[in-house]
């Protein structure tokens, strides 16, 4: 008890005593514009802040990285060591340039300010144009990726397939992603988009999709949907509701009765 007990002061004092080093130690191996933000900076609050408070993260530091380098150095300098989370921001990670095929492009991990393109491209990349193109994992040729370890690979069809395949869809778990190589596609020139949200209580689910499933054969691909089941005390207090939205850029959607007919029946 006693051992365990000068045991865990030891590993608490040496945690107090890492953190400051985390700061002079890695930022001495980072590239010129990279940062390293402590919880003691001002600028601490607005880089841990997420779109959702409720999936908020204590961090221990944020490291800003500018190169891919730095996301190697920050993973071997830092992880291995540190007490806490390290958020490793890519947002200074946006680069883009289309290949001369006209059929790909380079983008950075974090492209968009928002939502980067790597963490929707890796997760899911549910989109509106799925019917015609399939989901963002979908449209992955190659990823630089920084492993555990902190070496870079590029996972492509060959060298690291299992890598790329892998990334197509779990892509959270096997490492950074500094850049994606993306297809990419010309625009429709289709701006109008019209969208619908349907609503259904949980009551209705198994007829709708018994219905959704017995029309995809039948649909268009520039028509989209997808489903969401939330809960909304407003709505139902007991059970969860069920959202479907609708998207084209063809023809209007607005509610369920525009889709009833030749083109597409949810007859719900
Ligand atoms: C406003 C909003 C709109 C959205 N709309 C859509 C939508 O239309 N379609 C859709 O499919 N999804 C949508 N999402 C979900 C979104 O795709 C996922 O939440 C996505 O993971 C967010 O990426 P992020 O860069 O913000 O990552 P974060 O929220 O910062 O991270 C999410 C997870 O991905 C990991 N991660 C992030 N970047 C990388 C990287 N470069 N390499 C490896 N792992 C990484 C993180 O460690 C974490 O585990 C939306 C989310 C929001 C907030
Ligand atoms: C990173 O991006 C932000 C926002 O665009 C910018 O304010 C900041 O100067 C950038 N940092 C570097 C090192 O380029
Ligand atoms: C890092 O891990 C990869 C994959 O396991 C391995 O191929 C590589 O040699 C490792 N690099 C170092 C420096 O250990």
């Not at 959202?243 to 719900?268: A, C, H, Q, Y």
Request: glycine share 8%; with cysteine; hydrophobic share 45%.
């Amino acid at each position: 008890m006693l051992t365990s007990t000068l045991l865990l002061a030891a590993l608490s004092w040496a945690a107090t005593r890492a953190q400051p080093d985390i700061e002079t130690e890695l930022g001495a191996l980072l590239s010129d514009k990279a940062m390293v933000i402590a919880p003691s900076s001002p600028h601490f609050g607005e880089s841990t802040e997420r779109y959702l408070r409720s999936n908020s993260l204590e961090y221990a530091v944020v490291v800003v990285v500018d190169t891919e380098d730095d996301v190697s150095q920050a993973v071997q300098g830092g992880l291995a060591t540190m007490h806490g989370g390290m958020n490793i921001w890519l947002w200074n990670l946006s680069r883009i340039e289309i290949a001369l095929d006209g059929q790909h492009a380079y983008v950075g991990a974090a492209l968009c300010q928002c939502v980067g393109v790597a963490g929707s491209s890796i997760g899911g990349g549910v989109g509106v144009f799925m019917g015609s193109y399939c989901l963002g994992p979908d449209q992955i040729v190659s990823a630089r990726v920084v492993l555990a370890n902190g070496t870079a690979v590029t996972a492509s069809p060959e060298p690291h397939a299992d890598l790329l395949w892998a990334l197509k869809g779990a892509g959270h778990n096997f490492g950074i992603v500094t850049e994606l190589q993306l297809r990419v596609f010309d625009n429709t020139g289709k701006t109008d988009w019209s969208s619908a949200l349907l609503v259904f209580t949980q009551d209705k689910l198994e007829a709708l999709f018994r219905q959704l499933n017995a029309q995809l054969p039948r649909q268009p691909s520039h028509l989209s949907f997808d489903v969401l089941i939330v809960r909304d005390p407003s709505a139902d207090a007991e059970n969860s509701i069920i959202l479907v939205r609708l998207f084209s850029n063809v023809f209007s959607v607005t509610t369920l009765e525009d889709l009833k007919g030749p083109r597409i029946s949810f007859g719900i």
